[in-house]
Structures are given as C-alpha cells and as structure tokens.
C-alpha cells in the first residue's frame, strides 16, 4: 500500500469515528446549507466533514449539540483568554444588560475602558474603538494616511489582518509581482501595496528607503500569526523600528492576537514601541470588539472637536455591553495571570514537541507564551488530510482547537496532562499511517 493511500486510510476511520459523534452537527451542517453559502459564515472555522456546533460553554469547556464535552484550546481564536462563561464577565453583561444595551451616546464605561488600554499597552496615548480586528486595521491605517499624506503601505508576505480590500494581496504564484489574496479584490489597489517578507530585515529596510517619501506606514503583526505563530527573528523589530523612524514612516503593530504577549503586547515584551496599534479579541471580555490607537498628534486627526481629517463613526464602537465585558476581562488581566497561561503554554510546547519528536513525525510545534501552533514539514505531501485529521482526531478523544492553540486562565496544569496523554496515541497512530518508525 503506497504511502498516500495509508494516510488517507487513516483519515477515514478519523472522520468515521467522528461522524459517529456527531450526528445532530452533521444535521445542522446540512440545514445550514439551505440559507448559510456552504452551511458557513466564518469560512475560518468550518471544517471537512462538517463542524462542531457548541451550545454551551463553562470554564475551559465547551459542549456541543451532540453532547460531547471538550476542552477549548481555540478560545475562539485566542479570543477567550478567560475561558468561557467567567463569573466577573458574566455578572458585568448581565448589570449592563439590565440598564440598556446601546443608546446613541457615549457611556461612562468606555471611559474606563480607554483609561486600561492607554495605561498599559507603551504606544497607545489615545484610542478608538471599532467592532473588529478588521476594523481596527483598517481605520489605524487610514489614520496612518492622513497623518502623513501619504498612500503607500507596505505589510509582509502572507501576513492577515482582517478582511480588508487594502491589506488582502500577496505575492503572485509565479513570483512576479502581487495578486488579490482572494476573489472580489480590485487588482488596482496593489498599486497602494509593498510587499515585504517575515523575517527579512534587510530587503524590508531597503524597500522603506527606497519609498519612504510615498510610504505611510509599515504594518506587521509583531509575532508572527500566518502560517505558524512564533516570535520575530533577532532584530527584525529593532531594525524596523529605526529605518521607519529615520525615514518619517508610521510603524503600525497589528496585535490583536500578540496582546496575549504581555500586560502591554509583544511590544511589551520585545522592547519595541510602534507609532500607532490595533487590538481586538481578548479585550472585548468576548463580545465583538476592535480598537485601535497612538501617539497623541496622529490620533488627534481623528478628533471632532479639533482639526479633523477622518470622520470615523460605528453604530456599535464602544456600546455598553462590550465596554462592560472588556472592562471586566481587562481588570482579571493581571500580571500574574500572563504568567499563569504562559507557563501553561510553555508545558504544552514542550510535550507537544517531545510526543512529535518521540514518533519521528515530521511535523513541528511552534509559537511563544500562552500561543502555540503544529505545521507539517515541507517533505509531508498532504498536509491538509494530516491537518484536518489530527484536528478531527483529538476532537474525537475531547479537545478542540488543533493545530492554533492557546491557553486560558482558567486552565490548570491537569488541563495540559490530559492533552498530552491523548497526543501520545493520537500521534503514534499518525506516525503508523505515515510510516515513519517501524
């Protein structure tokens, strides 16, 4: 039996067992299909055969509708650093709840909310709140424009933030310029676009200098999210940095998920202080959320009482009940909570990586604090049945989330043993259908 024709034998009993499971998602599945393109509306959470569909969440578990009971290691894509259902938040949407949702006017929370964000996160000395990380993005690097009069941006690589016309290209496949990264994309707004990659400090230097008097901004998530999360290289950051400063350019961090990082980001944690940054996720105590914000004088562009240059508006930015559960999630945020779901994460690195190691898998575990991801190694000829597969295979023994983890507060050290007790079987299995031990 050839090699492709094991792995896609174990791929079957996978999705066997978990079709077996979850017969009332597989039915929700199919109803969706009649009113949702695809039974979808997050194409990033959908998955083949079909997807799980949670009803409840309490603690670091989830429930779905046929039962099953998980531990969450997605926390809605890093999102739910508190888990679910947290008592504090919980007791603060319900108070809010009870006073008023929204209202066309501003509330003393969103006060409150702005005061935590400016105090800790070193570039923020005044921020806007949006509805999502896309938002965030996109308002952060029209703001960039205004301030600097400027069109260009040059963003890295692969690098996501947010589904968002002006950020969504990539390099073309035969390597020869840049294309839309998806369907619906005007291929003229590439002309706005410069290209840089991950990691390459000198090229990314050289393509500020040689368009720095067009270029508005350079942005970047400070810890890398695409294709693998892990920590920048050696100077990237710091080089970055300079050249963007000696050149007049904006430095724009993306992090809506590196704010896990450290009470004030990854630049927090690396030293490196951006000019303007963009939030999302965890600061919204798991209500929809974005924010971003600045140094004082860019941000002032946006000001209504004075000289404004962009007029930003949401029916939504800063309501009441995200304002309320950002509030609450913030204040659980303490020091030594970001200790707590990083020495979990660094327990569940090490094991993940020494069960891969043990099964001579040629996979690899990466990532940095309470963040961790598994990639296929180049040699693995059908990453997306070895992907899908181990996602649907821990499911099935009760953990969700592979191959984007992360941690919470609520999670314990006996949380990361029993995941590490299941990958040893998990992965031996793998291991046999790729034949990679005798």
């Known amino acids: 039996m050839s090699a492709d024709n094991r792995l896609l034998d174990w791929y079957q009993g ?55 009971r998980r531990l969450d290691l997605n926390n809605n894509s890093t999102a739910l650093v508190h888990g679910h259902a947290h008592p504090d938040i919980v007791a603060a949407v319900r108070s809010q709840a009870g006073s008023g949702t929204a209202w066309g006017g501003h509330n003393p929370t969103e006060v409150d909310w702005a005061s935590i964000l400016c105090e800790r996160i070193p570039s923020i000395d005044r921020v806007r709140f949006a509805n999502s990380g896309t938002e965030a993005n996109m308002h952060m690097l029209k703001v960039a424009r205004a301030f600097t009069g400027r069109d260009l941006v040059l963003k890295l690589d692969g690098a996501y933030h947010g589904t968002y016309d002006g950020f969504e290209f990539a390099s073309a496949p035969a390597g020869d310029g840049m294309v839309p990264s998806t369907g619906g994309v ?46 920048p290289p050696e100077g990237f950051l710091e080089r970055l940095r300079s050249v963007t400063a000696d050149e007049g350019v904006l430095l724009l961090f993306d992090e809506v998920i590196s704010l896990r ?34 140094r004082a004088d860019i941000m002032a562009v946006t000001d209504p009482m004075g000289d404004m240059k962009v007029a930003l508006a949401g029916t939504f930015n800063a309501n009441p009940m995200t304002a309320a559960a950002g509030v609450a999630g913030l204040k659980l945020l303490t020091p030594d909570v970001y200790e707590w779901i990083d020495h979990l994460g660094r327990l569940l690195r090490e094991g993940l990586s020494a069960a891969v190691n043990e099964c001579g898998l040629p996979l690899r575990v990466e990532g940095g604090g309470s963040l961790l991801s598994l990639a ?45 007790h299941v990958a040893e079987p998990v992965l031996d299995s793998l291991s046999i259908a790729l034949m990679t031990h005798e």
């Not at 066997?16 to 929700?28: H, N, Q, V």
């Not at 949702?36 to 997807?51: A, C, F, K, V």
Request: charged residues 20%.
């Open 376 to 420: 296929c190694e180049p040699e693995v000829s059908r990453p997306d049945v070895v992907m899908t597969g181990l996602a649907l295979a821990f499911a099935n023994r009760g953990f969700f989330g592979f191959p984007f983890l992360s941690t919470s507060s609520v999670m314990k050290e006996k949380h990361i043993r029993s995941v590490l």
């Open 261 to 294: 990082l450290g009470l004030g980001g990854a630049q927090d944690r690396y030293g490196v202080i951006p000019d303007m940054t963009a939030l999302g996720k965890l600061i919204g105590g798991g209500l929809p959320v974005g924010a971003f914000g600045g």
């Open 14 to 68: 996978v999705v066997d067992e978990y079709r077996r499971i979850t017969p009332r998602s597989a039915a929700l599945f199919v109803r969706g299909g009649g009113v949702l393109p695809g039974g979808d509306t997050r194409y990033s959470i959908t998955t083949r055969p079909h997807p799980p569909y949670f009803e409840r969440g309490e603690g670091p578990y989830i429930w779905d509708v046929d039962g099953n």
């Open 186 to 231: 005007p291929t003229n707004l590439s002309s706005n676009v410069v290209l840089g990659a991950w990691g390459d400090t000198d090229g990314v230097t050289r393509l500020v200098r040689e368009k720095a008097d067009q270029l508005a901004a350079v942005i970047l998530t400070p810890f890398r999210s695409a294709g693998g999360f892990a920590h």
